[in-house]
């Protein structure tokens, strides 16, 4: 149980280009999401808590304009990275919680490699 | 502050134990957690430690836990090449419910 895709595994953009990345739990409802930055060789950096139903909580220095998060559902939350840079270039994680699970269980995605160019 | 720390690198002989540490700050954490990174791919949940245990044992993984010194380790018995991963560890922060993740150790298993 507790699995959680993402899509898609990996995508190539031009500069100026949006980009959408979907997060789904697939066995369980989750009202909370989390979406994660890594670059190469470097952990995993907490961008935004996505809550269904109502905005998404960014960390610092994130830039809600740029890194747009949509949590409609209880399955759902999508990832848009707008007007794409080079820059924008990384892996992306997402990772839900299932509530159910007492051990505050978070599964992670698959991941999305982006690459702007 | 909100600081994980491992070490970044480790190699052991296939058949060895592995022992893979962290540090992290938040002694209100709940839940401490080990997670492993294979290329290219996302997070598999290796094993958890609930913060009033002390050591946790699951085959070939044990974990143990100093909260006083805020310290968390993971030993991997019998370590075969396979387990070639990056291996984080993570705190859960009480306060939105948050994982903290420190900079991850590279473990390289050599047959």
């Known amino acids: 149980g507790a699995v959680v895709s993402q899509h898609p595994s990996w995508v190539i953009c031009k500069s100026g280009t949006s980009v959408k990345i979907e997060c789904r739990s697939l066995?369980?409802?989750?009202?909370?999401m989390f979406w994660y930055r890594q670059f190469p060789k470097q952990s995993l950096m907490l961008m935004a808590t996505?809550?269904?139903?109502?905005?998404?909580?960014?960390e610092q220095g994130v830039e809600k304009d740029k890194f747009l998060i949509n949590h409609a559902s209880l399955t759902l939350s999508t990832l848009t990275v707008t007007s794409a840079h080079p820059e924008d270039s990384s892996f992306y994680i997402c990772?839900?919680?299932?509530?159910?699970?007492?051990?505050?269980?978070?599964?992670f995605g698959s991941g999305t490699r982006l690459t702007v160019v | 502050g909100e600081d994980v720390e491992q070490s970044l690198f480790l190699s052991v002989r296939e058949g060895d134990s592995s022992v893979i540490n962290c540090t992290y700050t938040?002694?209100?954490?709940?839940?401490l957690y080990w997670y492993k990174q294979e290329p290219g791919a996302g997070l598999q949940l290796l094993t958890y430690?609930?913060?009033?245990?002390d050591m946790k044992q699951d085959q070939r993984l044990t974990v143990l836990l100093n909260k006083k010194d805020k310290h968390l380790s993971l030993r991997i018995a019998d370590t075969q090449t396979g387990d070639s991963a990056i291996y984080f560890c993570?705190?859960?922060?009480?306060?939105?419910?948050?994982?903290?993740f420190g900079q991850g150790t590279e473990l390289s298993v050599k047959p």
């Open positions: 990772s839900a919680r299932d509530p159910d699970r007492t051990n505050y269980g978070y599964t």
């Open positions: 066995d369980f409802q989750a009202t909370t």
């Open positions: 996505s809550n269904e139903g109502s905005k998404a909580t960014y």
């Open positions: 938040d002694s209100s954490s709940t839940y």
């Open positions: 430690i609930f913060s009033n245990m």
């Open positions: 993570a705190e859960l922060h009480n306060q939105g419910g948050k994982l903290i």
